[in-house]
């Protein structure tokens, strides 16, 4: 198949698995086949899909990364003591493992096309991330109850399925609602913090992480960039040589900024 003609098939294959949307009438144009494919993925509740279709999704997504382009770390330049910046789309990034800015479902942004970091990893990733988040989000009911959700700054480990990188660590950033305070500026740097922790219990040795909590969650940019770069150096000296390389990695240019400005 072509990327056209498997465009064209999961489409077909996803209309057809959604009550709602069997009739919707297919786009002719690219574009706009996949506005759709990535509406009905991002809607769709975790659960099974025909292995037929799951092979033809992820032979599609593997060549829109390669579309794309894939950047590893040795096509970003380290500015100081293994940190780098990258700005850039992270779904592209080819390190151990890309950090998600979740919520505390865990199971990905379910409005469709958003352009949330969260609704971006699971689209290019595949249906089978919301999958086992899923399954680890059941586990973790059973153990604590029907209600649970994911606490703040607790981070989650995933396969990256399509994604270039090998892992995906999904976390909850604080939300700030009114006011910034201390306790929230702890959470914050116990995110990169819990995150780095991780990577060493399971050997992974270089990680991007995205601008936590800076989005709808309302964390200033500004101070959000100061206290990453503080908790990951910290964390660095208390752990030599653990890991390789963490990138930052910025989408907006005043993001890119303050990092700059902190790494200067």
């Known amino acids: 198949m072509t990327q056209d003609q498997r465009l064209s098939f999961l489409v077909e294959a996803f209309k057809a698995d959604s009550d709602e949307y069997k009739g919707l009438v297919t786009p002719k144009d690219t574009d706009?086949?996949?506005?759709?494919?990535r509406s009905l993925m991002n809607i769709r509740?975790?659960?099974?899909?025909?292995?037929?279709?799951?092979?033809?999704?992820?032979?599609?997504?593997?060549?829109?990364?390669?579309?794309?382009?894939?950047?590893?770390?040795?096509?970003?330049?380290?500015?100081?003591?293994?940190?780098?910046?990258?700005?850039?789309?992270i779904t592209r990034l080819a390190v151990d493992a890309i950090v998600n800015a979740a919520n505390s479902q865990m199971l990905g942004c379910f409005v469709p096309m958003h352009t949330c970091i969260d609704n971006c990893i699971h689209s290019f990733a595949g249906v089978q991330l919301r999958a086992a988040c899923s399954r680890q989000m059941e586990a973790l009911r059973m153990q604590y109850g029907p209600d649970y959700e994911q606490p703040?700054?607790?981070?989650?480990?995933?396969?990256a399925y399509n994604l270039p990188t090998k892992k995906v660590i999904h976390i909850v950033?604080?939300?700030v609602e009114s006011r910034l305070t201390p306790a929230l500026e702890k959470a914050l740097a116990d995110c990169y913090t819990n995150t780095l922790d991780?990577?060493?219990?399971?050997g992974l040795k270089s990680v991007a992480f995205c601008c936590i909590s800076t989005g709808v969650f309302r964390?200033?940019?500004?101070?959000?960039?100061?206290?990453?770069?503080?908790?990951?150096?910290?964390?660095?000296?208390?752990?030599?040589?653990?890991?390789?390389?963490?990138?930052?990695?910025?989408?907006?240019?005043?993001?890119?900024?303050?990092?700059?400005?902190?790494?200067?």
């Open 32 to 37: 706009g086949k996949r506005r759709v494919l």
């Open 152 to 159: 703040t700054a607790v981070p989650m480990l995933t396969d």
């Open 219 to 264: 964390f200033p940019g500004s101070r959000a960039a100061e206290i990453a770069v503080k908790a990951v150096k910290d964390w660095m000296l208390s752990h030599p040589g653990a890991m390789d390389r963490v990138i930052f990695n910025v989408f907006k240019d005043e993001d890119k900024k303050y990092y700059e400005q902190e790494l200067q």
């Open 173 to 175: 950033g604080p939300i």
């Open 45 to 89: 509740m975790p659960g099974l899909m025909p292995d037929n279709v799951l092979q033809v999704q992820d032979d599609y997504l593997q060549g829109r990364a390669r579309e794309k382009g894939i950047v590893t770390p040795d096509d970003i330049p380290v500015l100081r003591d293994g940190l780098s910046i990258w700005q850039g789309d």
């Open 198 to 202: 991780l990577c060493l219990e399971n």
